[in-house]
């Protein structure tokens, strides 16, 4: 049985960042709010998940500001699979995840209230600190 | 309006099975561990994906452990929001605009409409039927995974 034709998505434009992503690769981001164009890591589960930093960068001038073109790299299309950060405590295959204060990813089990949000599925192990692929398909814990 | 640029994705690499997936095309799967699939029998496992060719390992009838798979011999869809041809069980008929979850009376990977079997909390709707179907017929469904988290109570 054939496959189909590609999926296609109308990019957003990500042109400014809250602060420095150098190093942040395999991080979750979400919107700035109030703030069109401009991502920061999500540092908690009640952040809106956006995407995941897939090649990370610093601003022009260092710090908050506008990003040169093509200099950050982003996973933002609902259902991608990434390679992603583990925070604290180890991933299992199958695991609900959401982000910790760092923007790393750790298990959902615990750490998810009403209103926050899981970010995907764990596709493989991990240590804690180490690497895994996560599906992203964000949603929210209604109850 | 111009369309953008296509969905990139990084492959997961799906290289054993745990049982012979022969003729288990439409049927759901599921993580069983890393690199492993296995058929969803129950609504309750996390949906990875579609069984679009299906296929046996390379030492078949042994699948303790898990046995490696040919390159290429199975093929999946597990792209969220693909439209896919998905096999529906014996627990009755299907109608467009349906949700789809798998089929626990049968409990072999084949997909129910949520108007024959109630989800209850906790369990995953696997996508949306597109097309009719009969029971044990072929329907268009949309994988559009989600997680059954409430049930309203009947009125009093």
């Known amino acids: 049985m054939a496959l189909g034709p590609l999926t296609y998505k109308t990019p957003a434009q990500i042109t400014s960042i809250a602060a420095d992503l150098t190093g942040s690769e395999g991080c979750g981001l979400t919107l700035t709010t109030a703030t069109q164009g401009r991502v920061e890591i ?3 589960p009640a952040d809106l998940p956006y995407g995941i930093v897939v090649v990370g960068a610093d601003s022009v001038a260092g710090g908050a500001g506008p990003i040169a073109a093509g200099a950050l790299e982003i996973v933002d299309a609902y259902g991608c699979v990434v390679q992603v950060q583990a925070g604290a405590g ?5 695991m609900l995840v959401t982000v910790d204060s760092a923007g790393k ?9 009403v209103g926050e949000y899981y970010w995907g599925i764990a596709l493989t192990a991990a240590p804690a600190g180490g690497q895994f692929l996560m599906r992203f398909q964000p949603y929210g814990r209604q109850v | ?3 953008g640029a296509t969905t990139y994705k990084t492959p997961n690499i799906i290289n ?4 012979d997936l022969t003729g288990r ?3 759901g799967v599921f993580l069983a561990a890393a690199n492993t699939v296995q058929l969803a029998t129950n609504a ?7 069984i679009v060719t299906g296929t046996d390992s390379l030492t078949p009838g042994d699948y303790s452990p898990p046995s490696s798979i040919g390159d290429a011999s199975l093929e999946l869809v597990d792209q969220l929001g ?4 998905v096999l529906i069980g014996t627990n009755g008929n299907v109608t467009a605009g349906d949700f789809l979850l798998i089929d626990t009376v049968d409990a072999d990977g084949t997909f129910a409409s949520v108007a024959n079997q109630a989800p209850v909390e906790g369990e995953w709707i696997w996508g949306l039927a597109l097309t009719d179907a009969a029971s044990s017929q072929q329907c268009l469904m949309r994988f559009q995974p989600q997680n059954v988290q409430y049930i309203a109570p009947p009125p009093p």
């Open chain 1, 90 to 94: 180890a991933i299992t295959v199958n």
């Open chain 1, 42 to 44: 999500a540092n908690a």
């Open chain 2, 82 to 85: 693909c439209v896919v041809q």
């Open chain 2, 1 to 3: 309006m111009a369309l």
């Open chain 2, 44 to 50: 309750s496992v996390l949906p990875y994906g579609i």
């Open chain 2, 25 to 27: 095309e439409g049927c």
């Open chain 2, 16 to 19: 054993k099975i745990s049982e």
């Open chain 1, 105 to 113: 990813f750790i298990t959902s089990a615990g750490n998810v209230a």
